[in-house]
């Protein structure tokens, strides 16, 4: 996905505008001086219909991603519900990962203990 991203951000600015290597580091810390991050690119655009061109290409490649991030997040609700004692809720949040990314190793073997220590 990572390849495939940045290749559409090369064609919305060109190439040059699209920064991976060297000392990035200057764009990976908010305005506030309080969160930092690892920048996969920098990307300059230079007008709007370049930023909007921009902000199309990063939304159609995270559709890709948002449903197993979803179900990241539906997961980690699951735990603290199993922590808290509500295997109930932590259940259905495991059906709710599942649904969202069927795949989802971490939910299935939840879900299979939850199973298991209910009966």
Not at 13 to 32: F, I, K, M
Not at 59 to 74: E, F, G, S, Y
Request: glycine share 4%; hydrophobic share 50%; proline share 4%.
């Amino acid at each position: 996905m990572k390849e495939t991203l940045l290749q559409a951000l090369r064609a919305c600015v060109g190439p040059a505008q699209v920064l991976t290597e060297g000392d990035l580091s200057r764009y990976e810390l908010d305005w506030r001086k309080r969160w930092r991050g690892r920048a996969m690119a920098v990307v300059r655009p230079g007008s709007t219909a370049e930023v909007a061109a921009v902000v199309r290409a990063c939304a159609q490649q995270l559709a890709a991603a948002i449903r197993p991030l979803d179900a990241t997040i539906v997961y980690n609700l699951a735990l603290v519900c199993r922590a808290q004692g509500d295997a109930e809720h932590a259940l259905r949040c495991c059906d709710r990962a599942l649904a969202l990314a069927p795949e989802f190793v971490p939910a299935q073997r939840l879900r299979a203990a939850l199973v298991t220590a209910a009966a």
